[in-house]
């Protein structure tokens, strides 16, 4: 049986796995719906920072139903460890897009999802080496270091992260967190779907604004000049 996470920079043959469940749909339906934010206050953290979206009255306790039914489709994924004996990682892919679902073990209950999306954004080039995590926890299981602990997983081996358009107050503290153990950078995407590099410090308001510029966290054992070669990535600028 292939493996539910198959890390490699080149992503091809993924089993055809329903994308999301009915929870996780309604969750990615509020988030586009919500774009453009209205302009309100100051434009930068306006535009760039989003609103939290509540879990949906149900959508774990479903999800973890799910993962205890034999038969059912989320039942007996690929288990991964993770930073606390406490937690298990059920890992699953479908079409090129990732979902780690993190089970409180002595609490019998799921605390939370990340999903690694893919970028409609970029390049096929691009698309292979880089992912945009998206994470979602019951408040208990926030600020405990689990969302980090699951996207190291996936940084150690050798997958890019490329955040969204916007992101929570939450998502842009883990990724500053990140920052202190793996290289960040600022890029843009280009209107030919391709990474023009803008530097590692955050860019002027006018740039950063803009919902083409994101934050790139390099994978463990790869520099800029690899990854800049790997997907084509220019030179930017302001």
Same mark, same amino acid.
């Given at each position: ?17 329903? @994308? ?13 719906? =919500? ?6 206050? /100051? ?24 993962? =205890? #039914?034999?038969?059912? &489709? @989320? ?8 930073? *606390?004996? #406490? ?16 089970? *409180? ?11 690694? /999306? &893919?970028?409609?954004?970029? *390049?096929?080039? %691009?698309?292979? &080496? ?11 299981? !926030? ?9 190291? !997983?996936?940084? *150690? !081996? ?17 990724? /500053? ?16 779907? #391709? ?7 955050? +860019? +002027?308001?006018?740039?950063?604004? !803009?919902?083409? %510029? ?7 054992? =790869? ?16």
């Amino acid at each position: 049986m292939t493996s539910a996470l198959a890390f490699s920079p080149g992503l091809g043959a993924l089993a055809p796995w329903p @994308l999301f469940t009915r929870a996780a749909r309604h969750w990615l339906a509020g988030v586009r719906a =919500c774009w453009p934010p209205p302009a309100l206050g /100051n434009p930068v953290t306006e535009l760039r920072i989003d609103v939290m979206l509540p879990l949906v009255d149900g959508e774990l306790e479903a999800i973890y139903e799910r993962l =205890c #039914q034999p038969g059912n &489709r @989320l039942h007996g994924l690929p288990q991964r460890p993770l930073h *606390d004996p #406490q937690f298990t990682l059920h890992w699953r892919e479908a079409d090129g897009e990732w979902f780690a679902y993190v089970e *409180d073990r002595a609490g019998r209950r799921l605390a939370g999802y990340v999903v690694f /999306n &893919r970028l409609v954004e970029v *390049d096929r080039r %691009t698309d292979r &080496r880089v992912r945009s995590p998206h994470a979602r926890f019951a408040p208990g299981y !926030q600020r405990r270091g689990i969302a980090s602990a699951v996207y190291r !997983q996936v940084l *150690d !081996q050798g997958i890019h992260l490329l955040s969204g358009a916007r992101q929570s107050p939450g998502a842009h503290g883990l990724w /500053n967190h990140l920052a202190r153990s793996h290289e960040s950078h600022y890029v843009t995407i280009t209107d030919a779907k #391709q990474l023009a590099y803008l530097g590692p410090q955050r +860019p +002027p308001d006018a740039v950063f604004d !803009q919902r083409s %510029t994101r934050r790139l966290l390099l994978a463990n054992g =790869c520099s800029l000049h690899a990854f800049a070669q790997a997907t084509r990535m220019g030179g930017g600028g302001a």
